[in-house]
């Protein structure tokens, strides 16, 4: 599986866009970008995922460069309750050998 | 949605003893279970994948007569640590792959289950 780069904190002022990147410049044709998230002491939870196209749903948006060696987790309106360790994983799907692996994600720490 | 549960949420137990932990998909069949540890201020590890009807494929450096896996119905499986000792104390996590699901398939988490051995 292709690795991840993220930075390893950010902070957001609440009511702002939250805007994480993650470099994932070795990623292959059959591979995806996943993002998780996990909030202390809770199992992680799944956010979103997209392969080539920018993908949105009600909880982000999830924007990848054309050459997909870059994607940006987009949170619109970021809550005190969004502060939470974000994780960008990119793997090819279970029946091809794909397994999600957790790099060290970013602390994302959203203030009032 | 799709539901994972784990039980027990928390457990104490003697070194020496063995823990059971179950993990449940509620409201879909798995038949790919995974389990993962975590250590405190460190990120998730996949320790074995659990398939429905066959034997657990176990990463490297994991024990697989340690921590016995079994995943005897689509909505089940369960992580046996055995003899446990102090250094099994963690953070344990089981996902479950929603099967039938379009390409590219969504992996959901249980809340996880806090052991500690004394």
């Known amino acids: 599986d292709a690795k991840t780069t993220q930075p390893t904190s950010m902070d957001c002022a609440e009511g702002r866009a939250a805007n994480l990147p993650c470099n994932h410049s070795t990623i292959s044709g059959n591979e995806y970008v996943y993002w998780y998230r996990q909030i202390h002491s809770q199992g992680p939870q799944y956010i979103i995922h997209?392969?080539?196209n920018n993908e949105t749903n009600e909880m982000a948006s999830l924007i990848i460069t054309e050459d997909r060696k870059s994607s940006t987790l987009i949170l619109p309106h970021a809550t005190l309750r969004d502060t939470a360790v974000y994780y960008c994983?990119?793997?090819?799907?279970?029946?091809?050998?794909?397994?999600?692996?957790f790099g060290q994600g970013t602390e994302l720490s959203v203030k009032p | 949605g799709a539901v994972v549960s784990q039980h027990p949420s928390r457990v104490i137990c003697k070194s020496g003893t063995s823990v059971k932990i179950e993990c449940r998909s509620l409201?879909?069949?798995?038949?790919?279970m995974f389990w993962y540890r975590q250590f405190p201020k460190q990120s998730l590890m996949l320790m074995a994948t659990?398939?429905?009807?066959?034997?657990?494929?176990?990463e490297q450096g994991v024990e697989k007569d340690k921590f016995l896996i079994n995943h005897a119905s689509l909505t089940l499986s369960t992580l046996t640590v055995t003899s446990a000792h102090p250094e099994d104390s963690s953070f344990y996590i089981c996902s479950a792959i929603r099967t039938g699901t379009s390409v590219g398939e969504t992996q959901y988490f249980g809340p996880g289950t806090r052991l500690l051995v004394l």
């Open positions: 659990s398939n429905e009807g066959s034997k657990a494929t176990y």
């Open positions: 409201d879909f069949q798995a038949t790919t």
């Open positions: 997209g392969l080539k």
């Open positions: 994983i990119v793997r090819a799907t279970y029946n091809q050998g794909g397994k999600l692996i």
